[in-house]
C-alpha cells in the first residue's frame, strides 16, 4: 500500500464540510430538544448542547442573534432551533449554526406571562392608587368558580365556620379550556352587576397549561375595570397569575380568599367582650370621679348655708346700680353743658349771618320768579300760536285761497240748488273780493 493513497485528517475533514455546505438537507433545520450546557461567552456568542433521550448536538449563536432574543437561554430550557448544519475543521465535530431559538410549549407561555406583565405594568395597572378597599362586614359575596371543584367546597365550609352571616352566590364557571375565557369574563361582568360587597375569583392548583385563563390579557382587563372590590385565589400558594396583579388583593389559594373577604366570628366575639370590658370600666371610673365630686360640693360650706350665695352678690348689684346711676347722672351733666354751648353758638351765627341770608333767599327767589314768568309767557305765546294755527285750519277764507268760493241769498249761505230761484241776487265770496251776480237760468244735475 503506497503512501500516496492516504488523505491527511485536514483533507478528509475539509471534504466532509463540503459534502455538509452543498447537502440542501442541512442548509435550514429546525430541531427541538433541550438546552445543556449553555454558555453565554465574554465575546456574545453562546455555546451551547442540544439533546433528547438518545443524542445530542453541539450548537453555537453568534452574538448578532443572541441579542434578538427576548428570553435568556439556560439549562434545561425546552426550544426549538432554526439555523444550519456544520463542520468545524478544528476538531472535526458537527454543530448546529443558530440564527433563531423559541422556546418551546410551556417556556413559550412563560414568555408570554412576562410579555403580559411588563404590558400591564407600562399601562399602570399593577399601581396601588387603583386598589379598592375590601369591605370588612360583607353583606352579600359573589363566588366565580366551578361548583364540582374541591376548591368551593372548602370555601363554603370556611364561610360557615367564619361568617354564617354573609350571602353567597356561586356563578358556576370554566376554569379551564378553550372556552374558560368568555365564561369567565360574562360572568365577571355579570357579577359586577348585582351590587355585591365583594367579588372572588378562585380555581384550586394547576399546571400552567391550566391556569392559562387567568394569564389572559383580556381577563386581566375585565377584573381591573370592575367597580366592585375582587379577590382572587388561584392556585396554590406558589402560583402568580395576571389577574393577581390587577386584582384589588391576592390570596395564596381559594381558602385564604374567604378568610381575606370575612370575619373570625369567634375572633370579632372575643373584640366585643374586650370592648365590653374596656366600656365598663371606663364607665365605673366615670362614675366613681363623678360620685367624688358629688360628694366634694355637697360637703361645700356655701351649700350647707345657702344664703352665703348670693349675700356678696346681692352687695355687688347694689354697688353697680348705684355706680350706674352716677355715671348716668354725669354723662347727662356733660352732655346738658355741651347743649347749652351749642345753643349759643347757633344763636350767634344766625344773628350774625341772618340779614345775609334772608337778602341772599329773596334775591334766588327773585330770579326764580322771574323765571316762571318768563317760562309762562313762552308757554302763553305757544299756546296762543297753536290756537292761532287752529283758526287758520278751521277759516273758510284760507279754503277760498286754494280757489273755492261761497255763495249767499239775502245773507244765508247756498248749500243746495233747491235754494236758489230764477232773478235771485246773489253774493259769491272769493279770494280778496266778492262778485253779485243775478240768477237767469238754474240747471240741476241729473
Excluded: C
Excluded at 432574543?69 to 426550544?79: A, H, I, S
Excluded at 360557615?160 to 365577571?188: A, D
Amino acid at each position: 500500500m503506497t503512501k500516496d493513497r492516504y488523505l491527511s485528517v485536514n483533507a478528509l475533514t475539509t471534504y466532509i464540510a463540503e459534502k455538509f455546505v452543498k447537502d440542501p438537507y442541512l442548509e435550514r433545520v429546525f430541531v427541538q430538544g433541550e438546552l445543556s450546557n449553555a454558555k453565554l461567552h465574554s465575546s456574545g456568542h453562546l455555546y451551547f448542547s442540544l439533546k433528547d433521550e438518545n443524542s445530542q448536538i453541539r450548537g453555537i449563536m453568534f452574538q448578532s442573534q443572541v441579542e434578538k432574543l427576548n428570553f435568556r437561554p439556560k439549562d434545561g430550557d425546552k426550544v426549538i432551533v432554526d439555523g444550519r448544519v456544520s463542520v468545524y475543521k478544528g476538531n472535526g465535530t458537527y454543530s448546529i449554526n443558530a440564527s433563531n431559538m423559541i422556546l418551546d410549549g410551556v417556556g413559550l407561555l412563560f414568555l408570554q406571562l412576562d410579555e403580559n406583565i411588563k404590558r400591564l405594568r407600562s399601562e399602570g395597572l399593577f399601581n396601588t392608587i387603583h386598589k379598592k378597599p375590601i369591605p370588612k362586614y360583607p353583606k352579600h359575596i359573589v363566588l366565580i368558580t366551578s361548583k364540582t371543584s374541591a376548591a368551593v367546597r372548602d370555601m363554603i365550609t370556611a364561610v360557615e365556620r367564619r361568617f354564617p352571616l354573609v350571602k353567597i352566590s356561586i356563578l358556576n364557571t370554566l376554569m379551564q379550556g378553550e372556552r374558560s375565557k368568555k365564561n369567565v369574563i360574562k360572568h365577571l361582568r355579570f357579577a359586577d352587576s348585582l351590587n355585591a360587597d365583594t367579588i372572588i375569583l378562585s380555581r384550586g392548583g394547576g399546571s400552567i397549561e391550566d391556569l392559562w385563563t387567568f394569564n389572559d390579557i383580556d381577563v386581566a382587563r375585565t377584573v381591573f375595570d370592575l367597580n366592585t372590590p375582587i379577590i382572587t385565589g388561584i392556585g396554590h400558594e406558589t402560583d402568580t397569575t395576571l389577574v393577581d396583579f390587577v386584582s384589588d388583593l391576592r390570596a395564596t389559594t381559594p381558602t385564604a380568599a374567604i378568610e381575606h373577604a370575612v370575619p373570625d366570628q369567634f375572633a370579632l366575639y372575643e373584640l366585643f367582650k374586650n370592648y365590653e370590658y374596656t366600656l365598663s370600666k371606663h364607665m365605673n371610673l366615670k362614675i366613681e370621679y363623678k360620685r367624688k365630686e358629688l360628694d366634694m360640693l355637697k360637703n361645700y360650706y356655701k351649700f350647707r348655708n345657702p344664703s352665703a350665695l348670693y349675700d356678696q352678690q346681692v352687695q355687688k348689684l347694689d354697688q353697680y346700680v348705684g355706680e350706674l346711676e352716677h355715671s348716668i347722672m354725669s354723662l347727662l351733666t356733660d352732655k346738658n353743658h355741651y347743649f347749652e354751648i351749642r345753643k349759643a353758638q347757633i344763636f350767634k351765627t344766625i344773628k350774625n349771618n341772618q340779614i345775609e341770608i334772608n337778602r341772599a333767599h329773596v334775591l334766588r327767589q327773585n330770579e326764580q320768579i322771574k323765571q316762571l314768568i318768563k317760562n309762562q309767557k313762552d308757554r302763553n305765546k305757544l299756546r296762543l300760536k297753536n290756537k292761532i294755527d287752529l283758526l287758520d285750519s278751521l277759516s273758510p277764507l284760507l279754503i277760498l285761497k286754494r280757489g273755492y268760493s261761497y255763495s249767499t241769498i239775502d245773507r244765508k249761505v247756498i248749500t243746495d240748488i233747491d235754494e236758489i230761484s230764477l232773478n235771485d241776487t246773489m253774493k259769491t265770496k272769493l279770494n280778496k273780493g266778492t262778485v253779485w251776480s243775478k240768477v237767469i237760468e238754474v240747471e240741476k244735475d241729473d
